[in-house]
């Protein structure tokens, strides 16, 4: 997706992970498919040289944040370099549309920059400079390349063979529980495994942020090897351990609460009555695929164990459903007017939270 420039709050916590005095400043912003590009003023859009900051999505993770600002609709984006910037808008609408829109072009990076995408792109971009005299030795280089291509063993093949493993984030659920043989991803029951073994008295469990660099680590691991233990030194802070976790839902093709169901959801959550919301919502959750149930029964009643600890973790439900809400659901980005009820979709994961026994008859 790209967006035109408009006018966002901006604050430069750090570069390349050092930290820098947080300083708000109104913006012109502007999005590309890669980029987010932050302008002084109106008049420098464009003029990508003279960009104040221009933030690379690639590899990036995004999130909202009520830690970090007593602004309200405050999301942060954290580059693969360690940069992190907090974006802000008055107008819960206009911070959701852009949140949704990097949010889409971040995902889209991750795939756009398979290998064998970034061979293609750089010897067949049709911006590549070259002098008259080189017309012979491209063409000759243009033709090698295409007998390649054609020639090139296919993504199946070299799964089979072992080249290239099947990817585990931003895999579809029911396709990663087919691979697997199972109903809840291996990845999700590790980490709450973990999680539980060792995180659940943690200061600010799930709200606090772990090391960028060392969260895209373990993900690579992941995504590269079948077996990883997450009892190893190097993911000793549970920070990172739940930061991988929240990563896996954020990077899902659609989120836990299928995009199908988000307005069922919104209208379910909008009943005075409590029983017959109650009853509408466990309708609902009964109605989703059988991977999406199982996990979401898994890990509601894992935040549960959460709160059981609140008084040392000091996290309450609100707190988990600030930060669970926008991670397991989300509209789709052409669903129109669906987009004007994303303030419920906090309301629903607290619901959800609130009366899980109800809901998933436990």
Not at 55 to 69: H, N, P
Not at 159 to 170: R, T
Not at 236 to 251: M, N, P, Q, S, Y
Request: charged content about 25%; glycine content about 4%.
């Amino acid at each position: 997706m790209q967006l035109k420039s408009e006018e966002l709050n901006v604050a430069k916590l750090s570069v390349e992970g050092k930290k820098q005095k947080k300083s708000w400043s109104l913006m012109w912003t502007v999005l590309t498919p890669d980029q987010l590009l932050f302008y002084k003023n109106k008049q420098e859009t464009g003029l990508v040289w003279k960009s104040c900051s221009t933030v690379q999505l690639c590899g990036a993770v995004i999130e909202w944040t009520s830690q970090k600002s007593r602004r309200k609709n405050v999301f942060q984006v954290t580059t693969c370099t360690g940069s992190e910037y907090l974006v802000q808008n008055d107008c819960y609408l206009t911070t959701l549309k852009w949140f949704n829109a990097i949010r889409k072009n971040i995902n889209s990076s991750h795939l756009n920059n398979h290998p064998f995408n970034l061979f293609i792109d750089v010897f067949g971009s049709t911006k590549l400079k070259h002098s008259a005299s080189d017309s012979t030795d491209k063409n000759g280089v243009k033709n090698r390349l295409k007998k390649f291509m054609t020639r090139r063993p296919s993504m199946k093949t070299l799964q089979e063979k072992g080249l290239i493993k099947d990817q585990v984030f931003g895999c579809h659920l029911l396709t990663l529980c087919e691979r697997e043989g199972t109903t809840v991803p291996k990845f999700i029951q590790t980490c709450l495994d973990a999680i539980e073994k060792r995180g659940l008295e943690t200061d600010g469990i799930y709200r606090v942020s772990g090391n960028l660099a060392t969260i895209q680590k373990l993900r690579f691991v992941v995504d590269q090897e079948e077996d990883f233990d997450l009892d190893h030194q190097q993911w000793e802070d549970i920070h990172v351990v739940t930061g991988a976790l929240k990563l896996f839902f954020r990077e899902l093709p659609e989120p836990l609460f299928p995009f199908s169901f988000f307005h069922p959801f919104v209208e379910a959550i909008k009943i005075k009555d409590h029983q017959e919301k109650v009853d509408a919502v466990r309708k609902l959750v009964q109605q989703l695929p059988p991977p999406n149930y199982a996990i979401m029964k898994l890990l509601f009643a894992h935040l549960q164990r959460v709160l059981v600890h609140s008084k040392k973790n000091l996290m309450s439900t609100q707190g988990i459903s600030i930060v669970f809400g926008p991670t397991l659901m989300w509209p789709s980005l052409d669903a129109g007017n669906v987009a004007l009820n994303t303030v419920y979709q906090n309301h629903i994961v607290e619901f959800i939270l609130i009366e899980n026994r109800n809901i998933f008859i436990i």
